[in-house]
């Protein structure tokens, strides 16, 4: 199949037309002559086919370069036509692979003969439309990776031999030389131009290279990178291969253009730039030792992706952006003279569209560390951050965009990306472009300009931009200045020199947060709209006042208050966290980068499913090196989930059911993962027993998805093993309980360890057979035979919430098999369970008697009456009706409705009640210092509640008494009543266990 046939494969090609048809006429007498004395039969059928003949005619008339290509290799030209692109290509390659050069020289003029009919067979197959953008751009790349290859082997073989390296040959010559080619820009992004140049950087590990040589080794690899320079680049008869560039390295102006990894490394991880870190997104090594290559850019990847939003480094981009508007603020897109790369709407605007969402995000997300642009663009919308109407724009543009670039290209064989400006040329390149109307071309390339502008002029839109900026602040140490307390006063505050005060201890830097000039100077900035966003809240001075004692805690401020600038409607929410909700507030105090996920609430929003979080995790846990990583960032993704989930209820986003039950998923994902990695970890040095699992036994609120953002975890671990009396097979090995012993204590470990990141979770293991008194870990029949003829009434009751976590599906389904043949046991003694329950009931009185209403959890009425109604009703019950089984509590008052064991509005009532007190209780524990009911309730929190329950902050209080009441008295009329008519004499409840 002939090349020109076969393309038809891009939607949106336009076949080149003819510019000048006096010239390609006269070109096509010049082609006829030489190809008709030595393929009259090819060139017949060329002539015959008016697409191919009027391909050629298009090249003659548009680019001299081709032509003269086109006449320089005519035995190569002639094969254009007879077959495909591919085979062309592969040939070439082959060809090159395949020949031993001899000396520079040799390897020199193969290079260029090559890339030649590659430049060809690319042209030809980019003008036929045979093949998309992509493939193009990748072809180029791959063809400069070959040659950089042959290159650098040619060189390191040539210094083996001269005795300056003495390392290991392995796969190729190059592989264990530590001498490497790292390419960046389009090389790096497989996007090469028709006519780049290409850019390197050269590094080499001196804990790898081997060298013998008698110049220093810095000059050794020095004179071998320029050696590459000449042989890509140098101007022969047969013309160059590829202009290359070094000026990417680190400093260049004062560097060698090899540099070793250890300098490079040191220079990115001490002084490197923002734009540096852009450019590293597209690195990769393609020549010399590959595997060093690899390794280097492992160890810069923090540099690169910033595992935490650098919002100081915000600042930078933003500068990089405003200088890229200013150079073109003036100008007015028209295609005359037009730098489609460098100008308003062009190629860069595209790039750095991708770059600073990557630069962003990348850290946190790894999907979207993809060097391509059009492929990074298409992560970047899938994942939210770039709009998809706007995405299909810059794909459109850019495809267009890079087209254009490569026809300008081609003329001349010019590394050019500007527009003609005379209409004689216009019009040529309009014709080359496919349009037989120049005014459509200029509709079309500006209207993709604008639109990239747009989109571009929009990105990182500077918001922070409100009336209180007009208005002149300032603070002086020997008065008040009265235009400042004019402007506090009319922003709403009470005692203007008070937050005056305040405001003037910033800018002093009294706190850690303030004491470098670059955070008081953003600060500063900020004043104006801090002012404005506190003085519209419900009580503006204690609002500022608490923000004071948040900045007081903070260990530094440059990333919080950059944060804040780059996203100006974060303010408002820092003010209702420091305003209400303490907790809240103390955590991002200890670590003001959890604000980074408020950008990515999407990974713990409502309803999100154990799936969705174990997916997001698991992406999150690719970039961990080490099991210590795994620590780090599963902590840090549970940290964020409970502190987003908090936000969430704080600001009722969400319901408490849902905020209990999003919190128990992000407890049960992250400890499901921590046993997987433990397990791993573990079997290094221990290795496995054959035929055993153990499971996670989630009890407790954590069983009953009740979390709330303090909750601890109650647990118990359950194991089994075919054999008991086997060992495990590693190096050292353990009998079968001792394994799941310390197994199960480095899991503990695992959760409870303080980290950089803190804690994962606090841990309660008492609720395990025997409490205390038991091993960590125990054996599934043990457990089995202690819940069915040992344990206490209140571990039953316990019991009633237990639900597996993790573990394999056998063993699982054992577990909760014997969870319900315990709970639904049919010969429990109703009396004894009714006196159980009392008794237990009253012991928990005399130990946590209250009288505090706000004590949710013990006060007469409260969350615990409502969990003793619900779980003693199931045992009681269960064995007849084993739907009521449910492990959270509101689900057992419905169940309990349903199978009309409670009245159905009783249960209804229940449900409110219990609902309601849930939801105040977790406000609670977000907006009291310590969770402290006992001290005076903020207005605010009153204020809050009021609004959540329809009613007003002074009735709140009548709210909760009514609901306790009536729990209380429903638990008097189903356990304290019957109770005390049985008369109890001794409790039957053990409690030193738990």
């Known amino acids: 199949m002939s090349q020109v046939s076969a393309g038809t494969s891009n939607n949106s ?29 090819d060139l017949k059928k060329i002539l015959e086919n008016e697409q191919q003949k009027n391909l050629l005619l298009s090249i003659f008339s548009n680019s001299p370069y081709l032509t003269s290509l086109f006449f320089k290799y ?80 040619f060189m390191i073989r040539e210094a083996i031999d001269n005795g300056d390296l003495s390392h290991n040959i392995k796969d190729n010559v190059s592989s264990n030389s530590g001498y490497v080619i790292l390419a960046m820009g389009k090389l790096g992004g497989y996007e090469l131009n028709y006519s780049s140049d ?29 050696r590459l320079v000449k042989i890509m680049s140098e101007r022969t008869a047969d013309g160059y291969v590829f202009r290359t560039d070094l000026r990417l390295r680190p400093d260049p102006g004062a560097t060698p253009v090899a540099l070793s990894m250890e300098g490079a490394e040191f220079y990115y991880q001490s002084v490197g730039l923002n734009w540096e870190r852009a450019a590293m997104i597209k690195a990769r090594p393609i020549a010399g030792d590959i595997s060093a290559g690899l390794a280097f850019l492992e160890r810069i990847r923090g540099f690169v992706w910033r595992k935490h939003l650098d919002y100081a480094a915000i600042d930078d981009i933003h500068a990089i952006k405003k200088l890229i508007h200013e150079h073109h603020s003036h100008t007015r897109i028209k295609l005359e003279g037009h730098d489609v790369k460098l100008g308003p709407g062009g190629i860069r605007e595209i790039e750095f569209i991708a770059q600073i969402h990557q630069l962003i995000a990348g850290g946190r997300e790894p999907a979207l560390r993809i060097a391509p642009t059009l492929p990074a663009l298409e992560a970047l919308c899938k994942s939210g951050k770039v709009d998809t109407a706007e995405y299909e724009i810059l794909k459109d543009a850019y495809i267009y965009l890079r087209t254009l670039e490569h026809r300008l290209q081609m003329v001349n064989d010019d590394q050019t990306h500007i527009m003609p400006t005379s209409n004689s040329d216009i019009e040529r390149m309009s014709k080359f472009m496919g349009y037989v109307d120049r005014a459509k071309f200029e509709k079309d390339l500006i209207n993709h300009l604008n639109c990239v502008q747009d989109i571009f002029n929009g990105l990182l839109q500077d918001t922070n931009q409100t009336q209180a900026e007009d208005i002149s602040l300032s603070f002086p140490l020997d008065e008040f200045h009265p235009t400042t307390l004019k402007a506090i006063e009319e922003a709403g505050f009470s005692d203007s020199k008070k937050i005056y005060t305040i405001i003037q201890n910033w800018q002093l830097g009294r706190y850690r947060a303030c004491r470098t000039e670059r955070a008081r100077t953003i600060l500063k900035q900020l004043v104006p709209d801090i002012l404005k966003i506190f003085g519209q809240h419900k009580d503006p001075d204690s609002g500022i006042i608490k923000f004071d004692e948040f900045l007081s805690r903070l260990p530094s401020g440059v990333q919080l208050f950059s944060f804040i600038k780059a996203q100006p409607w974060l303010l408002d929410l820092l003010a209702q966290i420091t305003g209400i909700a303490p907790f809240l507030a103390n955590q991002l105090a200890k670590r003001p980068l959890l604000l980074d996920s408020v950008l990515n609430a999407e990974n713990f929003k409502k309803n999100s499913s154990l799936k969705k979080l174990q997916d997001n995790l698991d992406e999150q846990l690719r970039t961990a090196l080490d099991f210590q990583d795994v620590l780090d960032i599963t902590r840090k993704w549970t940290n964020e989930g409970k502190f987003q989930v ?25 400890l499901k993962t921590m046993l997987k990695y433990v397990e791993r970890e573990f079997a290094k040095k221990h290795g496995i027993i054959k035929n055993s699992s153990i499971c996670v036994l989630a009890m407790g609120k954590f069983g009953g998805f009740e979390m709330s953002t303090t909750s601890d975890i109650d647990m118990v671990l359950i194991y089994e093993a075919n054999d ?101 046991n049919k010969n429990r003694d109703p009396g004894k369970l009714l006196l159980d329950v009392a008794n237990m009931r009253k012991k928990l009185v005399d130990n946590f008697a209250t009288s505090n209403i706000w004590a949710m959890k013990h006060i007469r009425g409260g969350i615990i009456d409502v ?4 779980q003693y009703l199931l045992l009681r019950h269960g064995a007849d009706h084993p739907e009521i089984l449910k492990k959270n509590t509101l689900e057992q008052i419905t169940a309990l409705s349903k199978a009309n064991i409670l009245e159905k509005e009783i249960a209804n009532e229940l449900y409110k009640a219990s609902h309601i007190l849930s939801a105040i209780q977790a406000m609670l524990r977000l907006c009291l210092d310590n969770e402290n009911v006992d001290q005076e309730k903020p207005y605010a929190l009153l204020l809050t509640l009021a609004e959540r329950f329809n009613t007003e902050p002074d009735k709140v209080e009548a709210l909760i008494l009514e609901n306790q009441n009536f729990i209380h008295n429903l638990y008097y009329e189903i356990i304290e009543t019957p109770a005390s008519e049985m008369l109890i004499d001794e409790p039957s409840t053990n409690l030193n266990n738990k």
């Open 724 to 824: 008991m009396e086997s060992y495990s097979d590693g190096s050292k090995p353990f009998s079968v309980n001792h394994y799941y012993a310390r197994l199960c204590q480095n899991f503990i470990t695992s959760i409870t360890a303080l980290t950089a990141e803190g804690k994962l979770y606090e841990v309660d293991m008492r609720l395990r057979p025997s409490g205390t008194a038991g091993p960590l870990a125990v054996s599934f029949e043990s457990f089995k035979d202690y819940q069915s003829g040992q344990a206490w009434t209140w571990e039953h009751m316990a019991l009633t919430r237990g639900r597996v976590i993790a573990g394999p599906k056998p063993l699982q389904k054992k577990i909760e098999e014997a969870i319900l043949n315990t709970l639904s």
């Open 646 to 670: 908090g936000l969430q209820i704080l600001r009722g986003d969400t319901d408490v059911i849902e905020f209990s039950k999003t919190l128990s998923n992000i407890a049960q994902t992250s």
């Open 198 to 226: 290409i850019d390197l950087i050269v590094l080499y590990d001196l804990d790898i290279v081997k060298y013998t040589g008698r110049k220093s080794i810095q000059d050794f690899f020095i004179r071998m990178t320029q």
């Open 13 to 41: 090609f336009h076949f080149p037309l003819i510019s000048d048809k006096g010239l390609a006429e006269e070109k096509l007498k010049d082609f006829i002559l030489i190809y008709n004395e030595s393929y009259p039969d």
């Open 74 to 153: 005519s035995d190569f030209s002639i094969r254009l036509f007879k077959k495909t692109p591919d085979d062309l290509i592969e040939e070439i390659y082959s060809e090159l692979k395949e020949k031993q050069f001899l000396n520079q020289n040799e390897l020199t003029h193969s290079l260029r003969i090559a890339k030649a009919k590659t430049a060809l067979t690319i042209a030809f197959a980019d003008l036929s439309g045979h093949w998309p953008l992509d493939k193009i751009t990748r072809t180029l790349s791959t063809f400069a990776e070959l040659c950089l290859n042959l290159s650098v082997n």
């Open 867 to 870: 969990e003793f109604i619900c």
